[in-house]
């Protein structure tokens, strides 16, 4: 059984009920989620041997999502425990043409106060295979983006895989800021996940020809985003997702993998959306899954895709589904039929 690392930020999620706006009545849901937690989620209910490092405080709050983890058999040894507080984001669900919103607070937050000597990274990353990490969590400030240095250094002396997913949070730092510190951290990863955007934001990278918002695609521009990719960085595979919004409830979602020989294209999924948050994270753990399962290019991208669509279906930040929900999808059941 693979194992698999990933690091980064666990934030309580809070929301209102349905699409109900922020505060228009006095309740709120309280769940967990973050980028690379949710990731490694995925990766623990597709059977993979899934660890995920952070730092949590002490208290009850803190230790509510160190539990929300092990529910789904995450290991959580190696999350460290201190800080004063747990980062909050605010999420209003959005509906046909009001777009969702998310408020952050997460400003002195156990994470984003951790200090390099908090993480024993050659402990860590003992018999594992993989390590997965994301642009937000460099963006973080105060000394993420070498903690993130110092774990991809640890990484590659025990000749472990590393994926990074570009994520560029424009709330956490400037493009020049990311664009400094991903091209440091980029030296180190082995495939890297992005989307229409993310490129540009941090490398100044351009689909040609693109309109995200009116809907235009252009399968060749994104072919020139990964070969310039893989072009600056020596990446072995660059995936992006390809989504096409329609509304906020109504979503076109494909993906594409190069492998340097090959530009794999997925099916296309047309999506009624229930919950789109961690949707781009369940395409990287299906991505991580295939590529450690020996799939091949095109049905590595058709299993992360496929992942990512049942994702969306799914209230929360985690994919609560299984290798066989996602097989089924990809190989061209998407009735939704019920199952007896």
């Known amino acids: 059984m693979a194992k698999i690392v990933t690091f980064g930020e666990l934030m309580l999620r809070l929301a209102p009920n349905g699409y109900l706006r922020f505060f228009q009545n006095d309740q709120f849901q309280a769940t967990f989620g973050g980028g690379e937690a949710n990731v490694a989620v995925s990766l623990a209910n597709y059977g993979m041997d899934s660890c995920y490092v952070t730092k949590l405080p002490k208290h009850a709050i803190g230790q509510g999502a160190v539990d929300s983890l092990r529910a789904f058999g995450v290991d959580t040894s190696k999350i460290v425990r201190g800080g004063e507080r747990v980062g909050i984001y605010y ?30 990274w050659d402990d860590i990353f003992d018999g594992a295979d993989w390590f997965h990490f994301t642009g937000i969590t460099p963006a973080l400030g105060g ?36 664009r400094a510190a991903m091209t440091e951290l980029c030296q180190y990863v082995d495939v890297c996940i992005s989307n229409e955007e993310d490129a540009k934001d941090v490398f100044g990278i351009e689909a040609e020809d693109t309109d995200i918002y009116g809907g235009k695609l252009n399968h060749e521009g994104y072919k020139s985003v990964a070969k310039q990719l893989m ?54 753990g299906g991505l991580i899954y295939a590529l450690l399962s020996g799939k091949d290019t095109q049905a590595a991208i058709e299993f992360a895709v496929a992942a990512s669509a049942l994702k969306h279906s799914i209230e929360g930040d985690y994919n609560r589904v299984s290798v066989s929900e996602v097989e ?10 019920v199952q007896r």
């Open 143 to 178: 000394d993420m983006v070498e903690i993130c240095k110092q774990a991809c250094q640890a990484a590659k002396a025990k000749g472990v895989k590393i994926s990074c997913d570009l994520n560029y949070r424009g709330k956490l730092w400037t493009r020049d800021e990311a």
């Open 231 to 284: 072009d600056k960085f020596g990446f072995e595979k660059v995936a992006i997702t390809l989504r096409t919004s329609i509304s906020a409830n109504d979503n076109d979602w494909a993906g594409m993998l190069y492998d340097g020989e090959n530009y794999c294209f997925s099916k296309s999924y047309h999506l009624h959306i229930v919950d789109r948050v961690g949707g781009g994270d369940s395409f990287g």
């Open 328 to 337: 089924k999808l990809a190989g061209g059941d998407g009735s939704g039929r």
């Open 91 to 120: 999420l209003e669900k959005g509906a046909s043409q009001r777009g969702s919103v998310c408020v952050y607070d997460r400003a002195y937050s156990a994470i984003q106060q951790a200090k390099p000597e908090d993480f024993n």
